[in-house]
């Protein structure tokens, strides 16, 4: 399997804090790829770094193997990376379908001009891309809120908004940084599928950050740990479950 | 904002649903109303069809309003739309109206050609002035256009005074259209005077010499009815030169009615060849023929900014506003946009400067000042900011309050606010009486409803479509 994104030992620092220090894993194309580890390892300033809204003082970030370290997040978004947020981060005063059809802001082409006079291609496209958000909205089965200001949705309901937005962008490599933090069990089940689909039926790279450990065990192929910014440990779920640095740093106090 | 549908009215496809009028009785009343706009004039006093249903100062009123809507509109997509801010933008005014001015009166552009240039060079000023919201916002950002608001008026007053009369006022050339009629040719001789009758203000006559064969330096002397000698500078008149500074050809709009007479004389033993050739052009000179180019514009404008807000560019400019990091991981340049959102506000604070310029045919600096750029705030904080009839709103009730309702109170007023303030000089009372009514307006309404009127009108329509069910 090519291989779709190398972390190429970076190093990020704020101040005294080694948020990541030399962190290296590769995430082969079309596989779901978790990181775990426990709070304030590093593992949302990872995200932040694939993505580009932080800057790593060392190391390199190579997607589909071009080096992208210095890029804007706005053109890596282009390139086919896409996110969902910790704590959320939608447009909370617009309805569910208007977060969507900003999402494909890079596969439309209307500029201000074409936009203004909303005549033939412009129209054409506009309605194009509906369809598609229309088929992501019944892909997720959030037909029922599609209209609903995103605001007054409960917590899991705007998690899921959120993944539809992700995948509004139609990208190639999607990052997840605690999907089913705050759900109930139900809620976490259909995240679970949907994530499954996604990368079945889309052939989707995932990167996956969660801390319910059964369910990254359940549905991820391959796993990294890191604690205190350095990656203690990496494998298949059968073999983290059995490393005993892994154990000792995380497993072993999710026991207790 | 989700869009309510009246009851009983579902959409059936994605074109319905994504169209801004919902029904063909919304779209019905809309018309109704363009038409009723376009009306305004043939019922006033000095109408063609001499009606006097409606005052003649109506007339310039809906103009004014017209033209502020189109400014404060483009306030809105930059401060509603994109949440960036500007303090500056009576100073972009001031760029459209002497850019277009100067134009006219110097490069002689038509107002044709001057209205979409003097855009485009607002545009790129407005540009310019946005270059700091890539560093900072909110209210550092303010005070960098704040400086727009400083700088441009002096580079206008001072440093080209002689372009635009610095602080006198500046006149300006009513739009033609034409000219496109000939209907005379005369061949003039030495110091002969030639008469011709000009009178109607619509279709104007335009006068042109054209001078060939000069063998000495020739003068060409315009009188106008009132007997005065027009000098090369007025604005009615372009005149162009040979290299050794003889008139080649001089053309003027004579768009006062009377008797006007032009001679053309060699100095001693001169010769020349001169030939008077009479057109006719459309004029707008007068309210209501402005009316006519200012507000089909203004509701062109508005047409084409709701077509903006509602697809692509609209949607980057309010990701932008809601979320810039979300914006950003999207895939939407954030700085590029902001950017696009200062250059379209400039275009149609531009535009609204050049429409004020030929408008009053006389400009100002006294009309661009700071006073101006918070007015317009105001009137779309009041009008509701980020709705697309926010800068409808916002100007019109402010303008109706200062030149209908104000007026109205002023004796009121004046006999009221010295007893509720005894110790302030009643002088400066009454002065006061327009900013007092003004303030007061804007604090009950950031106090009752900070989202404005447009808001307020959003909500009340959806009740009346959702009757006869209220939930
Ligand atoms: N913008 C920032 N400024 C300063 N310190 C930061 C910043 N972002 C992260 N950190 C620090 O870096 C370290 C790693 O934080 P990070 O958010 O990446 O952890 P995490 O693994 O995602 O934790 P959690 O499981 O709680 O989400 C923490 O010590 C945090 O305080
Ligand atoms: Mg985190």
Redo the contacts between chains.
């Keep these: 399997m090519p291989v779709k994104l190398h972390v190429d030992k970076i190093s990020l620092s704020f101040g005294g804090i080694k948020a990541l220090n030399e962190v290296e894993f590769q995430v082969n194309a079309g596989e779901i790829f978790a990181v775990i580890g426990p709070n304030g390892a590093g593992k949302t300033s990872l995200i932040n770094s694939i ?3 932080y800057h790593p003082q060392a190391g390199a970030i190579i997607f589909e193997g071009s080096d992208i370290t210095h890029m ?4 890596r ?2 390139l086919g990376i ?2 969902t ?1 910790q704590n959320i ?7 569910v379908l ?1 977060n969507l ?6 596969h ?5 001009l074409s ?4 005549w033939g291609a ?1 129209q054409r496209e ?2 194009a891309h ?2 598609r958000v ?1 088929e992501i909205i019944d892909f997720l089965e959030m037909e029922h809120i599609r ?3 995103v605001g007054t949705l409960s917590y899991g309901l705007r998690k899921l908004v959120e993944l539809g ?1 992700a995948l509004a ?1 139609e990208p190639t490599l999607l990052l997840l940084d605690e999907p089913m933090a705050g759900m109930n069990i139900e809620e976490k089940e259909d995240m679970a599928r949907f994530i499954l689909d996604i990368h079945e039926l889309q052939g989707t790279t995932i990167m996956l950050i969660e801390h319910d450990i059964g369910l990254v065990m359940d549905i991820s192929h391959h796993i990294a740990v890191i604690d205190f910014g350095v990656k203690i440990g990496e494998g298949a779920p059968a073999e983290i479950s059995r490393d005993e640095a892994v154990i000792a740093a995380y497993l072993g106090e999710e026991e207790h | 904002m ?2 309510i549908h009246p009851a009983g009215v579902f959409d059936t496809t ?2 319905q ?2 169209s801004v009028d919902r029904t063909a009785r919304d779209k019905l009343w809309k018309n109704l109303a363009f038409v009723a706009l376009l009306l305004v004039p043939l019922a006033s006093v000095s109408g063609p069809l001499e009606l006097g249903w409606i005052s003649d100062q109506y007339v310039g009123l809906i103009a004014r309003i017209s033209i502020f809507v189109i400014a404060v509109q483009g306030l809105n997509i930059l401060v509603g739309y994109t949440g960036q801010i500007s303090l500056g933008h009576a100073a972009f005014m001031a760029i459209g109206a002497y850019g277009s001015a100067i134009m006219a009166r110097e490069l002689g552009f038509s107002f044709w050609t001057a209205l979409p240039a003097s855009a485009l060079l607002t545009g790129a000023i407005g540009l310019l002035f946005g270059l700091p919201s890539l560093r900072v916002k909110g209210f550092y950002l303010a005070m960098a256009t704040l400086a727009a608001q400083f700088i441009i008026p002096w580079v206008l007053r001072y440093p080209l005074e002689d372009l635009t009369g610095g602080p006198r006022p500046l006149s300006v050339p009513a739009p033609i259209i034409g000219p496109f009629v000939a209907y005379a040719d005369d061949e003039l001789t030495d110091g002969e005077p030639f008469a011709f009758q000009a009178g109607d203000p619509y279709f104007v006559d335009v006068i042109s010499l054209e001078l060939t064969d000069a063998t000495a330096y020739t003068v060409v002397e315009l009188v106008n009815p009132a007997g005065d000698v027009l000098p090369y500078g007025d604005v009615s008149m372009t005149v162009s030169r040979d290299s050794a500074g003889n008139i080649t050809r001089l053309t003027y709009i004579a768009s006062k009615a009377g008797e006007y007479q032009a001679v053309v004389r060699a100095e001693a033993g001169g010769s020349f060849k001169a030939v008077v050739r009479r057109s006719k052009a459309l004029s707008f000179a007068t309210d209501i023929a402005m009316y006519y180019i200012i507000v089909p514009l203004a509701v062109l404008l508005m047409f ?2 709701r ?2 807000i509602r ?6 400019f ?2 932008v506003r ?2 810039d ?10 700085f590029g946009y902001k950017l ?1 959102a200062f250059f ?1 506000s400039a275009v149609y604070a531009g535009i609204a400067g050049c429409l004020l310029a030929f408008e009053r045919n006389s400009l100002s600096l006294y009309a661009f000042e700071l006073d101006i750029s918070i007015e317009m705030l105001a009137m779309l904080i009041i009008g509701g900011a980020g709705f697309p009839l926010g800068a409808m709103f916002g100007v019109t009730f402010i303008r109706i309050l200062q030149e209908a309702f104000i007026p109205f109170l002023r004796p009121w007023l004046a006999d009221f606010l010295p007893q509720l303030f005894p110790f302030v000089d009643a002088v400066n009372i009454t002065s006061a009486i327009n900013p007092i009514v003004f303030g007061g307006a804007l604090i009950i309404f950031l106090a009752l409803e900070p989202r404005g009127i447009a808001h307020r009108w959003e909500v009340l329509k959806a009740a009346w479509k959702l009757r006869p069910y209220a939930y």
Aim: charged residues 25%; glycine residues 6%.
């Design positions: 993505n580009g809204f804007p997040p706005y053109k978004a282009a896409s996110r947020f981060a939608l447009y909370t005063n617009a309805t208007d059809m900003a999402a494909r802001h890079i439309m082409k209307t500029g201000m936009g203004a006079l909303f412009a506009e309605l509906r369809r229309e209209k609903s200001i937005r962008l | 989700a869009n994605y074109e649903d994504m084409l900014a077509n903006i697809t692509r560019t609209g949607r980057a309010v990701s809601d979320n990091l979300a914006a950003e991981l999207l895939g939407i340049n954030v696009r379209l």
